[in-house]
């Protein structure tokens, strides 16, 4: 696969902004700086960040036991998949897959950078459609994106049909792996070399309780990460995130532990819940959130708000009809939950 032949034209040539940091990097404490215009005056915040991240990248390469020059990082998820999008896709040309009900980000990026839209739902098992997938692909489908485990539904796909696709399209592959560490199915990461037109998304804003410094993280091959390299704003990834991201990430036992506490949250939502009479289904999950069938989800949301509980309404994704998303919170937090759907259901309340 060439993947130089799928990048968008102007890409192609592109001659990156080259920063004071680009051009003189590292030094010793006895030198002086006074090459871009910074305030001198020390406060932590007043140099540039490192463009390329590289005490961050380090850490990441070490914990994912993956090469730091195939990590390019980003002010969250969404503007990786931003500079994908702009390293890929001919405005007004090009097409993407997405495949409803999935994440709502993909289509928004769409639209910013003027690229058509292809849907192909998922089965009603939220599965791969493989063989339509692979059908509604043209000569100008540059990415497939697909969520694995997904949001809004909180199932993994199938390896194997994972595998397929990513074999035959044609075009890029971007598999999101926001949730991958709430599932018991083992990262794409660990094959990743093996496709030359695999990418895969990680962030650190749901297992990691990093949402608010903003960083995603992706892997590709080297080429793709050069490409990657040359489109994204030089200092898009600022001071306080790195130090605040290597700071978490050096406390290992810290996300694992969260992680395991909020499985087991997961897992007791799920068998409490199964006896709220207006709940008829509660979907498997390999996520940190449920998505459960209620008798009429924007009556039960409503009620909810009411008692001071915010839940996500999806009843109108795709196959997603009088469905609620439900983030699996604290052990206080869930019972909050429980006990709202306890007494909208007259159930007997275990609070005293
Ligand atoms: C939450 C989420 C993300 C994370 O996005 P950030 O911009 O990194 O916070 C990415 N993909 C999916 C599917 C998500 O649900």
């Given at each position: 696969m060439d993947i130089q032949k799928l990048l968008r034209n102007n890409i192609k040539n592109l001659k990156p902004y080259s920063s004071a940091r680009d051009e003189f990097q590292g030094g010793t404490k006895t030198m002086v700086f006074?090459?871009?215009?910074?305030?001198?005056?020390?406060?932590?915040?007043?140099r540039y960040p490192d463009p390329y991240q590289n005490a961050l990248k380090g850490l990441l390469s070490e914990l994912k036991d993956f090469?730091?020059?195939?990590i390019l990082l980003g002010n969250g998820s969404d503007e990786v998949l931003d500079i994908i999008y702009r390293a890929f896709c001919e405005p007004k040309d090009d097409n993407i897959l997405i495949l409803p009900?999935?994440?709502?980000?993909y289509e928004v990026l769409a639209g910013i950078n003027d690229v058509a839209v292809k849907k192909i739902n998922l089965t009603s098992?939220?599965?791969?459609?493989v063989p339509k997938i692979l059908q509604a692909t043209?000569?100008?489908?540059k990415l497939l994106l697909l969520c694995s485990p997904n949001n809004p539904t909180g199932n993994s796909f199938s390896e194997k049909d994972l595998e397929k696709l990513i074999s035959k399209f044609k075009g890029i592959v971007v598999l999101d792996?926001?949730?991958?560490?709430?599932?018991e199915k083992e990262s794409w990461l660990k094959r990743l070399?093996?496709?030359?037109n695999l990418i895969v998304t990680q962030t650190l804003s749901k297992a990691y309780g990093m949402a608010g410094i903003r960083l995603g993280i992706c892997y590709a091959s080297k080429e793709i990460i050069t490409v990657l390299n040359r489109i994204k704003?030089?200092?898009?990834?600022?001071i306080l995130t790195q130090k605040k991201a290597i700071e978490q990430l050096q406390n290992k036992g810290l996300a694992h532990n969260q992680i395991n506490d909020i499985l087991e949250q997961r897992n007791h939502l799920k068998i409490v819940l199964k006896?709220?009479?207006?709940?008829?289904k509660i979907y498997p999950s390999d996520a940190n959130f449920l998505l459960v069938k209620v008798d009429d989800a924007t009556k039960r949301y409503q009620q909810l708000l009411k008692l001071g509980i915010v839940t996500r309404n999806?009843?109108?994704?795709v196959g997603c009809e009088n469905c609620l998303r439900l983030t699996v919170g604290t052990a206080e937090e869930n019972k909050r939950i429980i006990e709202a759907f306890k007494s909208l259901s007259n159930l007997k309340s275990s609070k005293k």
């Amino acid at each position: 696969m060439d993947i130089q032949k799928l990048l968008r034209n102007n890409i192609k040539n592109l001659k990156p902004y080259s920063s004071a940091r680009d051009e003189f990097q590292g030094g010793t404490k006895t030198m002086v700086f006074l090459d871009a215009n910074e305030n001198p005056f020390e406060n932590g915040v007043n140099r540039y960040p490192d463009p390329y991240q590289n005490a961050l990248k380090g850490l990441l390469s070490e914990l994912k036991d993956f090469s730091r020059d195939q990590i390019l990082l980003g002010n969250g998820s969404d503007e990786v998949l931003d500079i994908i999008y702009r390293a890929f896709c001919e405005p007004k040309d090009d097409n993407i897959l997405i495949l409803p009900p999935t994440y709502g980000m993909y289509e928004v990026l769409a639209g910013i950078n003027d690229v058509a839209v292809k849907k192909i739902n998922l089965t009603s098992e939220f599965q791969l459609d493989v063989p339509k997938i692979l059908q509604a692909t043209d000569d100008h489908s540059k990415l497939l994106l697909l969520c694995s485990p997904n949001n809004p539904t909180g199932n993994s796909f199938s390896e194997k049909d994972l595998e397929k696709l990513i074999s035959k399209f044609k075009g890029i592959v971007v598999l999101d792996e926001a949730y991958i560490d709430f599932s018991e199915k083992e990262s794409w990461l660990k094959r990743l070399n093996e496709f030359p037109n695999l990418i895969v998304t990680q962030t650190l804003s749901k297992a990691y309780g990093m949402a608010g410094i903003r960083l995603g993280i992706c892997y590709a091959s080297k080429e793709i990460i050069t490409v990657l390299n040359r489109i994204k704003p030089p200092y898009n990834v600022n001071i306080l995130t790195q130090k605040k991201a290597i700071e978490q990430l050096q406390n290992k036992g810290l996300a694992h532990n969260q992680i395991n506490d909020i499985l087991e949250q997961r897992n007791h939502l799920k068998i409490v819940l199964k006896n709220i009479p207006f709940i008829s289904k509660i979907y498997p999950s390999d996520a940190n959130f449920l998505l459960v069938k209620v008798d009429d989800a924007t009556k039960r949301y409503q009620q909810l708000l009411k008692l001071g509980i915010v839940t996500r309404n999806r009843t109108n994704e795709v196959g997603c009809e009088n469905c609620l998303r439900l983030t699996v919170g604290t052990a206080e937090e869930n019972k909050r939950i429980i006990e709202a759907f306890k007494s909208l259901s007259n159930l007997k309340s275990s609070k005293k």
